[in-house]
């Protein structure tokens, strides 16, 4: 009897164990399938004829490039609150008075001055907030899951169709400065590349007057197509001081004159981009999900109008994956075969001086392109697996088709085209959201685990991984 009590008991005891185990394999350690498939140029992103706007022109793929160039300027760290216009104070209230706050001023005057030129954006980041998660879906519009977290550490090179591999493909000269971590993430992919160790947290500036040392040359010279620099200054500067420290006032006003030096040098036919990859908490960590790691700041200017309307008073919240098939077709590229992003529409506009409905038209004709990928990408992916959910699919499916084909009468019909344009343009908006939506559930939120078990897990594993990052020096 005894025997048979401690056999049970060590049934149980077993039973427990592998319980546990398939609840935190099921219910933590989320994974997503990476697709191989690219886009390409002979191979638009589904049926019917591409926008009016690329036929005929040469060297056009889905849509004609808006664009000849991007300067794309990533300042690991940038919160959005560091570069928000601080407007004038209310009367008899104190002003606040944070050293982070104000410095970026440059983007304030340009949107004051140009305000059809520029546009700031809150971009949402989808967590974990780790910079190489958070380049991944910054070159790819996907995913990455929390199980991605542990590769921050050792970086292996993107698989999934993205950014740099189109820019390559398309033969873009693409010149790269900064982070190193770029390096492993896409190998042999630039013309030229300047490369800085980024594993030193407590060094704030050797990143940064590396990049500063080729930046400019490197723009006078006209030898390249796109170039990214991603300066580490900011971020050191949190992990080290927080953002409340002196220095962090001192590393922003260096990204002001920055981008002032850039402003002047741009030309017409190109487009910059400051982004942050992430945000931080008070004390200057990241890789969780609260508020201050997930929201970023996102900057838009251009030299010749670009904007049908003046900046709202408070910054629209766009998720940060929005920026992948914007960038793609305003380069003229084809989008990346995994994006789950949304166009940015008004980026689609063409300026100040356009007529309301050509301008309707041709955010649906980006819309309608984002679209196709995005369907084209969900009809793949979940025949190699099982991971969505076949009702909401099926739905979003349905919703799409019923978009795509008001979309298509809406180009053979233009006498009620006017009047039909903007439910086309909410449907096609809907699709892409439901879809984003669809995918987050999947890939990103926890369902099995009791709640605070997955709140102490997650702060846990992401907190330690930013911590150990520190002690050894990433960022």
Known sequence: MQKASVLLFLAWVCFLFYAGIALFTSGFLLTRLELTNHSSCQEPPGPGSLPWGSQGKPGACWMASRFSRVVLVLIDALRFDFAQPQHSHVPREPPVSLPFLGKLS??????????????????????????????????????????????????????????????????????????????????????????????????????????????????????????????????????????????????????????????????????????????????????????????????????????????????????????????????????????????????????????????????????????????????????ATQDLQAKELHQLQNLFSKASADYQWLLQSPKGAEATLPTVIAELQQFLRGARAMCIESWARFSLAPPLLKLTWIMWSLKSTDTCRRSSGAG
């Open 106 to 383: 440059s983007l304030q005057r340009i949107l004051e001055i140009q305000p059809h030129h520029a546009r700031l954006y809150r971009s949402q980041v989808d967590p974990p907030t780790t910079t190489m998660q958070r380049l991944k879906a910054l070159t790819t519009g996907s995913l990455p899951t929390f199980i991605d977290a542990g590769s921050n550490f050792a970086s292996h090179a993107i698989v999934e169709d993205n950014l740099i591999k189109q820019l390559t493909s398309a033969g873009r000269r693409v010149v790269f400065m900064g982070d190193d971590t770029w390096k492993d993430l896409f190998p042999g992919a630039f013309s030229k590349a300047f490369f800085f160790p980024s594993f030193n947290v407590r060094d704030l500036d050797t990143v940064d007057n590396g990049i500063l040392e080729h930046l400019y040359p490197t723009m006078d010279s006209g030898e390249w197509d796109v170039l990214i620099a991603h300066f580490l200054g900011v971020d050191h500067c949190g992990h080290k001081h927080g953002p409340h420290h002196p220095e962090m006032a001192k590393k922003l006003s260096q990204m002001d004159q920055v981008i002032q030096g850039l402003v002047e040098r741009l030309e017409n036919d190109t487009l910059l981009v400051v982004a942050g990859d992430h945000g931080m908490t008070t004390n200057g960590d990241h890789g969780g999900d609260s508020e201050l790691e997930v929201s970023a700041a996102l900057f838009l200017y251009s030299p010749t109008a670009v904007f049908p309307s003046t900046p709202p008073e408070e910054p629209e919240v766009i998720p940060q994956v929005s920026l992948v098939p914007t960038l793609a077709l305003l380069l003229g590229l084809p989008i990346p075969f995994g994006n789950i992003g949304e166009v940015m529409a008004e980026l689609f506009s063409g300026g100040e001086d356009s007529q309301p409905h050509s301008s309707a038209l041709a955010q649906a004709s980006a819309l309608h392109l984002n679209a196709q990928q995005v369907s084209r990408f969900l009809h793949t992916y979940s025949a």
